[in-house]
């Protein structure tokens, strides 16, 4: 199928916080309550559509045990959205999420657009994480935050395309030279060459020269 | 360290006692190269013979194709040869001692008296002064359309030099590629694994060293070079899956590449000695880093479990033949791996309560079989895939809900009946007529849709069979129906069906369509009768459709005479269409309608019409006759005196006396009679309120646009509601000045004294 552009995203955090489940319940709609610990790291795929134009999500859903750790980080470039997830009735996977945004900015390029998921939140009565905490963190280290559920799908699309909705604003802005895949992101056949023409002159300049 | 859930899959065959035969003259050498296909196993010895065995190992026959050892080979597929590349006697010591030879084994030549040899189709150099010697790590041939041969061979440099052509003939060409070199230690250059990925036109080449992979497109000229990673693998560990992904094993992890850079990976841990690809498994010979001990892994990547797992000896060749897989051992020893059957695979996951895993699994499998066993077995096929996408045998307490979803979707299968339309239909009618709510439902729908309506399938009671399901599928109570709308209309109109268009046009309200539908096929009968069913507009029909309908006797061209009288019965009987002229425009256009035809509708029409008229003008002259009597009283009221004579109260019938009142009207009223209220005349002022009333009334409802509008569209004659409005003097403002009409039954009082 034919999009105007490919991004490729990364799903990273602790391990059981749900990373597998958000994405099959993106990709297939569909929630499986057992789910094997992720070996390794896996792929899956799915056409959005922002501002008319269809995009595809390419997504890297990550093993979330440290000693799968040092192969995570080689996938962290390349990667133009990151979901940084933790869970909201497990206090330690939100301790965690310095070190995993650590990681993210020492191994992907530093315009990655980064969304942290207070995953689990059909399970209030269990609540360990305060949503206020969830964006108070988001709030400090720059992210977009959203609490989701991929049990019932709240909030699951809407993470998803929210995240590629800040990067395609990006790149209407002109932050990435989108010919240099290295962003994570493709022009696709259907697509529009990127705004390198620059009506919003300042602002391309001021991306070009981030390296 | 977490694993997957480990099965036995798969068993050995043929026993444990499975090697290389071991005679006299094997027992001193070694193998130093293997190769199968075309159900022989091939091994290549250190002294320059090569092996053929059968199955089960059975040694077939021997040749020397090579003075002293025989460094690689590969049997083809497509054509039976062997390619080889072996040492031979050097001419020259300039010259390498590398040959490449080609060996056509279906042409046996006679040599000496015991030992037969292949013939030997061609012999080239491998090093020459353009193509410098260095030391082979890896080979691999590539059938392209015979007689050509793509032979790569990866050298410890990092080149890769190509020979392309027919060898047989000696036409080839030459050419070397060179990996990225930024690794100044030559032993991360060596080019370990190669493999080829052909997708119709382009062909591509991956080629790894331990240090990167790498991918060549062949078909660009000079091939142009991406280089896919950074990291790369020793010898042994690259594979190709079915899907032409490179596989490439490393301690950490096993990594997949697509050609436009590295894919997913699977974090099983150990030195990798062999990794391979067969039927959809991934391979692996693991070796642990504490115990040193090797074992052999079989992993179903997309059920997430290993196939099978086993201790082995050092292992150094993999092979597939015979069905089976074959470790070749460092001690010339054999193992033949074969997968155990369905049956008793399912078996063992339904002992563990594994039923998911099983029902993909032999999803999986129906899927790959399906298309012979509809071939040759189409009822039994269909009864197991009924019960695999239904499963109404025992639910072992899983909820409905849960196990619908875990269930196969029967489109999943629609692709194996592929060149069987008639068990397809079958199938999914079967299907549907258990299970009511499937998920897939819309498609199963439309695939029924098609097979009934397309003419491919040329049984009377197909299409019978299409307008039922039409019918049951859209209830009527919904919007939707359960099929796609517009395919179901493509199909109808690709394939003439009339029954099928109709309907639908009628539920979608698209009633034009639906007489264009009749007029097409010149069936008046039906046009007339669905005009009279769909143009009502009491019943939310369109009265257009006559109209239409007339325009379209108009435009006919035969004689129609009958249809036209009929139709313009109904159109009188319910005054459809009012102005006359249309009715007249539209019909004298055909040449064959004579005047005839609609001369009695016309009289009569004139006749009433006239009537009308008449009756109108009447009216008009009372209405004059009256406005010239009121102006009359105004203008009296205004100018003469009134004079009350009056003797008697009007309220209660005796003689006036004071004090008295006098209305306009010409009422007398004893003041005790009139009460409190003596500012109007109660005789009048009931009538004079409710004049009062209407005309509040009117121009309240002259703000009220919509209810006008309202009033013109349900109107039959929506003339006759404007005129009316016009007529109240409710749409021009110009009554609505301060001059309002006669003040009859005003107060004018008089009172004596």
């Known amino acids: 199928m034919s999009y105007a552009y490919l991004f490729k995203y990364i799903i990273i955090g602790d391990t059981g916080v749900g990373k597998s489940c958000l994405l099959l319940q993106f990709t297939d709609k569909r929630f499986q309550p057992v789910h094997d610990l992720t070996i390794g790291v896996e792929f899956g795929a799915r056409m959005i559509t922002i501002d008319n134009k269809p995009i595809k999500l390419?997504?890297?859903?990550t093993a979330g045990q440290e000693s799968f750790r040092s192969i995570t980080r080689s996938y962290y470039r390349g990667a133009a959205g990151a979901l940084l997830v933790y869970d909201i009735t497990r206090r330690e996977t939100f301790n965690h999420l310095a070190s995993w945004l650590e990681d993210a900015r020492q191994h992907a390029n530093a315009n990655m657009t980064i969304m942290l998921i207070g995953n689990k939140c059909d399970l209030a009565h269990r609540r360990a994480v305060s949503t206020e905490e969830g964006e108070q963190f988001a709030k400090e280290h720059g992210l977009i935050f959203m609490e989701a559920s991929a049990k019932t799908a709240q909030n699951v699309e809407e993470a998803f395309i929210k995240t590629a909705a800040t990067i395609y604003k990006k790149i209407q802005d002109g932050v990435f030279d989108v010919s240099n895949e290295s962003y994570g992101i493709k022009v696709g056949y259907g697509g529009i060459p990127g705004p390198s023409g620059g009506r919003d002159g300042p602002s391309a300049s001021a991306g070009g020269c981030c390296s | 360290m977490y694993q997957w859930r480990k099965f036995e899959f798969f068993e050995e065959k043929y026993g444990a006692k499975c090697a290389i035969p071991e005679d006299d003259d094997v027992v001193e050498k070694k193998i130093q190269c293997c190769s199968s296909g075309r159900g022989k196993v091939v091994t290549g010895f250190d002294d320059g013979v090569v092996c053929f065995f059968d199955r089960g190992f059975k040694f077939n026959y021997a040749f020397q194709p090579h003075s002293s050892s025989v460094l690689f080979l590969q049997q083809l597929k497509q054509r039976n040869l062997l390619v080889t590349i072996g040492e031979d006697e050097q001419l020259t010591p300039q010259q390498s001692a590398l040959c490449l030879k080609v060996f056509d084994l279906d042409k046996m030549q006679p040599e000496g008296s015991s030992t037969t040899s292949p013939d030997c189709v061609g012999i080239l150099r491998i090093f020459t002064n353009q193509f410098p010697e260095a030391k082979i790590t890896s080979f691999l041939v590539l059938e392209e359309v015979p007689p050509i041969l793509l032979i790569a061979i990866g050298l410890d440099n990092g080149s890769i030099y190509c020979i392309k052509g027919d060898i047989a003939r000696e036409r080839i060409t030459r050419f070397k590629l060179q990996v990225e070199n930024s690794h100044l230690d030559k032993t991360l250059s060596a080019v370990t694994g190669l493999g080829f990925?052909?997708?119709?036109?382009?062909?591509?080449?991956?080629?790894?060293?331990?240090?990167?992979?790498?991918?060549?497109?062949?078909?660009?000229?000079?091939?142009?070079?991406?280089?896919?990673?950074?990291?790369?693998?020793?010898?042994?560990?690259?594979?190709?899956?079915?899907?032409?992904?490179?596989?490439?094993?490393?301690?950490?992890?096993?990594?997949?590449?697509?050609?436009?850079?590295?894919?997913?990976?699977?974090?099983?841990?150990?030195?990798?000695?062999?990794?391979?690809?067969?039927?959809g498994y991934l391979l692996c010979v693991i070796a642990d880093q504490r115990t040193g001990k090797h074992t052999f892994n079989i992993y179903d990547l997309k059920n997430r479990l290993i196939a099978h797992s086993a201790?082995?000896?050092?292992?150094?060749?993999?092979?597939?033949?015979?069905?089976?897989?074959?470790?070749?051992?460092?001690?010339?020893?054999?193992?033949?791996?074969?997968?155990?059957?369905?049956?008793s695979k399912l078996d063992m996951l339904f002992r563990k309560n594994l039923y998911t895993v099983a029902i993909n699994l032999a999803g999986m499998t129906i899927k790959e079989y399906g298309k012979i066993l509809?071939?040759?077995?189409?009822?039994?096929?269909?009864?197991?895939?009924?019960?695999?996408?239904?499963?109404?045998?025992?639910?072992?307490?899983?909820?409905?809900?849960?196990?619908?979803?875990?269930?196969?979707s029967p489109v999943d299968f629609l692709s194996i009946f592929i060149h069987h339309p008639q068990s397809l239909m079958d199938f999914l009618e079967k299907y549907t007529n258990k299970v009511k709510d499937s998920p897939a439902q819309v498609e199963i729908h439309n695939t029924l849709l098609e097979l009934y309506i397309s003419n491919e399938l040329n049984f009377p009671s197909m299409r019978e069979k299409g307008l039922?399901?039409?019918?049951?599928?859209?209830?009527?109570?919904?919007?939707?129906?359960?099929?796609?709308?517009?395919?179901?209309?493509?199909?109808?109109?690709?394939?003439?069906?009339?029954?099928g268009l109709l309907y639908l046009y009628e539920k979608m309200k698209l009633y034009k369509e639906v007489i264009a539908c009749y007029m097409q096929a010149h069936d008046h009968e039906g046009l007339i009768a669905c005009c009279k069913r769909l143009g009502d507009s009491v019943k939310g029909g369109d009265p257009s459709l006559w109209a239409d309908l007339l325009k379209y006797f108009g435009e006919l061209g035969e004689d129609c005479s009958k249809e036209v009288k009929e139709v313009l019965t109904y159109i009188e009987r319910d005054d459809i269409l009012p102005p006359i002229i249309i009715v007249l425009q539209s019909l004298s256009r055909n040449p064959c309608l004579t005047l005839s035809v609609i001369k009695d509708y016309i009289a009569r029409k004139l006749e009433r019409e006239s009537k009308m008229i008449e009756e109108d003008r009447q009216a008009i002259e009372k209405y004059q006759e009256d406005t010239l009597a009121m102006r009359k009283e105004i203008q009296d009221l205004r100018t003469n005196a009134r004079i009350f004579q009056l003797s008697k109260c009007t309220a209660c019938t005796f003689t006036l006396d004071l004090p008295a009142v006098h209305f306009m009207c010409m009422h007398s009223f004893h003041l005790r009679c009139l009460g409190d209220n003596e500012k109007e005349c109660p005789e009048c002022a009931p009538e004079y309120r409710s004049v009062l009333e209407m005309k509040r009334n009117l121009e309240k409802n002259s703000k009220d646009q919509d209810r006008f509008f309202q009033q013109v569209k349900s109107s039959k004659d929506g003339f006759s509601v404007i005129a009316e409005y016009f007529g109240k003097g409710i749409i021009s403002k110009i009554s609505n000045g301060s001059a309002s009409g006669p003040r009859s039954g005003t107060v004018s009082s008089t009172s004596g004294f």
């Not at chain 2, 040759?376 to 619908?404: A, F, W």
């Not at chain 2, 019918?471 to 029954?499: G, Q, R």
Request: aromatic letters at 8%.
């Open chain 1, 58 to 61: 390419q997504i890297w859903d």
């Open chain 2, 197 to 279: 990925r052909v997708d119709g036109q382009s062909l591509q080449l991956f080629a790894v060293t331990p240090g990167s992979v790498s991918l060549f497109s062949l078909h660009d000229q000079p091939p142009r070079r991406q280089t896919l990673d950074q990291i790369g693998c020793g010898l042994n560990s690259v594979a190709m899956s079915d899907r032409s992904e490179l596989i490439i094993g490393r301690p950490e992890a096993v990594y997949f590449y697509e050609v436009d850079g590295r894919g997913p990976c699977w974090a099983f841990e150990g030195e990798k000695k062999l990794l391979g690809w067969f039927r």
């Open chain 2, 311 to 343: 201790l082995v000896k050092e292992v150094s060749h993999m092979l597939y033949e015979w069905g089976n897989i074959i470790l070749v051992m460092n001690d010339k020893s054999a193992l033949c791996i074969g997968e155990k059957d369905m049956e």
């Open chain 2, 374 to 408: 509809i071939e040759h077995k189409p009822v039994e096929t269909i009864q197991i895939l009924i019960r695999l996408c239904t499963e109404d045998g025992d639910k072992k307490g899983l909820s409905n809900g849960v196990y619908m979803s875990m269930l196969p």
């Open chain 2, 468 to 499: 039922h399901l039409l019918k049951s599928a859209w209830p009527p109570e919904t919007e939707h129906p359960l099929y796609d709308v517009d395919l179901a209309i493509i199909l109808c109109e690709m394939n003439a069906f009339k029954d």
